[in-house]
């Protein structure tokens, strides 16, 4: 079978030169810089020039693609004999921001966890994907297909980076991101729609609030309007994986000062969705409910802003042989199979342009802590799984 020589290769997976690459990823800043000027610490160039350099090292063929000055993808092709199929393992090189985390770089291991920013979130996978490329080098091993590492961009803000892929065309029949899921296969992941929603008054002075039209008073009708909405939600027929969608009022601003009738008040909600969902259907929802929770009030004014975050939800077949290729991996590995289940956050995995599933080492309940943290055993099995997978999907030459 296609998976004959693994014990072979996974024997030349060198753990202690994986863990000592993983620290020197976390080392390498890479802050998103959000809206923020790129610069040194906040953006992805280092990172790329890194993983760059490593991949050319073993003698993949590199290439970089710039999204934004400073922010460029990295694609390192391990080209196959064949070529007839190709998979990629990608994850994002940016990282959440550190304030309030001192010792976000004081790298450290204890208790068989690396401590650091971007420990599981996640730069674990990444260090995981060179490892498996280093022991196909060293073990002389030829696939089929073409194996590809990318590194991402933008991850934790835009996506701008998967944009940019998925855009180019299609780069790989199937794909695997390595964020943080404990290992567990996720080819579903719920998205996320973000908006404001804005009402309108009219300023007067506090001693002659009949003058004026308090903006407060009318999102109060707003919030009132969306008071059953998550039961509705829950009321729905789910997703098989990822269950219901969800929503929640997070923050809400109004007013200038107390002695005036305030002219705008503002909420910003976050509305969890499901595959199938669209910002269209979210927002047709939004407007429904307002609509009937003002009816017959000639002075409501509001509007919903274009979203000031906007994700979209993956789904992907249980079928797709990715997915059956993890899972028998697992089997070959761990001697269980794990099933499938939804990924908990957003990822890139959508944006990609070709089936793409998420596994990975670390906890989603670590990433953007300020005590993050990987468990070394699950990065070297991380190295495993992959390897297991891509000896499967590729096949040896």
Known sequence: MATDRFAEVEQAIDRGWMFRILQELILIRSENPFDDPVREGYREQEMADYLAGHLSGFGLAVEM?????????????????RGQSALMLAGHMDTARTTGYPEAYDVRVEEGRMHGRGACDMKAALAAYLGVVKAL?????????NLIVCGIVDEEYQMLGSKAIGRSGRMADQGIIGEPTHLKICPANKGRVSTKIVTRGRA?????????INAIEKMSKVIRAFGDYNQELLSRTPHSLCGHGRFTPGVIH????????PDTCELEVDRRTLP???????????????????AGDPDFVYEITEPTWLIAPNDISPNEPVVAALRA????????DPG??????????PYMGLP???CGPGSIAQAHTTCEFVDLQEVAAAARLYLHAALRLLGQG
């Not at 080098?137 to 297909?145: A, F, K, V």
Request: aromatic fraction near 6%.
């Open 356 to 358: 793409t599933v998420i």
């Open 254 to 261: 109004g007013g200038v000062q107390v002695n005036m009738v």
């Open 329 to 336: 991996a697992h089997r070959e590995i761990f001697g269980n």
């Open 276 to 294: 199938g969902e669209s910002q269209a259907s979210v927002y047709a929802d939004f407007h429904e409910r307002i609509r009937r929770a003002a």
């Open 137 to 145: 080098r060293e073990t002389g091993t030829r696939l089929n297909g």
């Open 340 to 349: 499938v289940e939804a990924f908990v956050a957003g990822s890139d995995a």
């Open 65 to 81: 693609r710039e999204v934004r000055p400073g922010r460029p993808n990295v694609f390192g092709v391990m080209k196959g004999s």
């Open 204 to 212: 007067a002075h506090s001693s002659v609030p009949e003058k004026g």
